[in-house]
C-alpha cells in the first residue's frame, strides 16, 4: 500500500514537503502507524534517530502505533515538541 506522508519542522527541511511510502497492508486496504513509522525511519538517520518520538497524526488526530491507515487518510510527522 502507497501512502502519502506530510512532514513538518526538522523533518521537512531534511525530507521535503512530503513523500510517498510503500507499506505492507496489515489488513487488505489498511495498514498501521508502526509500519508508517518503520518506513520512515528508514529514509534518513534523523527520523531513525527519533524512532518512537516522532509523533504522527491521521486525519488531523494524533495517533497511536496500532491505529489504522487507509487509503485517502492524511499522515502527518512531526518531531517531538518542546515548550517553554
Known amino acids: 500500500m502507497k501512502v502519502r506522508i506530510l512532514f513538518f519542522a ?13 507499506v505492507a497492508e496489515a489488513l487488505p486496504g489498511e ?10 525511519s528508514a529514509l534518513t538517520p534523523a ?3 527519533l524512532g ?19 487509503p485517502g487518510d492524511t499522515v ?3 518531531p517531538p515538541l518542546a515548550g517553554g
Open 10 to 22: 526538522s523533518l521537512r527541511d531534511e525530507l521535503g514537503e512530503s513523500r510517498t511510502v510503500e
Open 31 to 40: 495498514t498501521t502507524v508502526a509500519a508508517l513509522r518503520e518506513a520512515v
Open 47 to 49: 527520523a531513525a534517530r
Open 52 to 70: 518512537r518520538r516522532l509523533l504522527v497524526a491521521v486525519n488531523e488526530r494524533y495517533a497511536a502505533d496500532a491505529d489504522a491507515v487507509r
Open 76 to 78: 502527518a510527522f512531526l
